[in-house]
Nanobody, 122 residues
Framework: QVHLVESGGGLVQAGGSLRLSCAAS????????MTWYRQAPGKQREMVAR???????NYADSVKGRFTISRDNAENTVYLQMNNLKPDDTAAYYC????????????????WGQGTQVTVSS
């Protein structure tokens, strides 16, 4: 009932930048947390950055000072600006959005995007 479309991944050299986007659509009443995760081959999925509906943010230690998460509430979109990319940032990046549906009982939803690949060459 909530569909997420991610974009912005690609191949970049170390030190370069990319901006990921994730747009949510569907019967949405409100969105709470919007989070970016990543998963590298052979590794567990890890949280990269999260932004709450009040704008509070938190980041994985490995990306602090390099990545910035932001959101556009009018467009139900979350962004991840990634600067000074490193080869260790290579992974599939997934967005996760949690909130409430626009239905009588406002049930919660927890949706995932399809993933976008980020590859950083050395």
């Amino acid at each position: 009932q909530v569909h997420l479309v991610e974009s912005g991944g690609g191949l970049v050299q170390a030190g370069g930048s990319l901006r990921l986007s994730c747009a949510a659509s569907g019967s949405i009443r409100l969105i709470n947390d919007m989070t970016w995760y990543r998963q590298a081959p052979g590794k567990q999925r890890e949280m990269v950055a999260r932004i709450t509906n009040t704008g509070n943010t938190n980041y994985a230690d490995s990306v602090k000072g390099r990545f910035t998460i932001s959101r556009d509430n009018a467009e139900n979109t979350v962004y991840l600006q990634m600067n000074n990319l490193k080869p260790d940032d290579t992974a599939a990046y997934y967005c996760n959005v949690r909130g409430r549906l626009a239905q009588i009982t406002s049930p919660s939803f927890d949706s995932w995007g399809q993933g976008t690949q980020v590859t950083v060459s050395s």
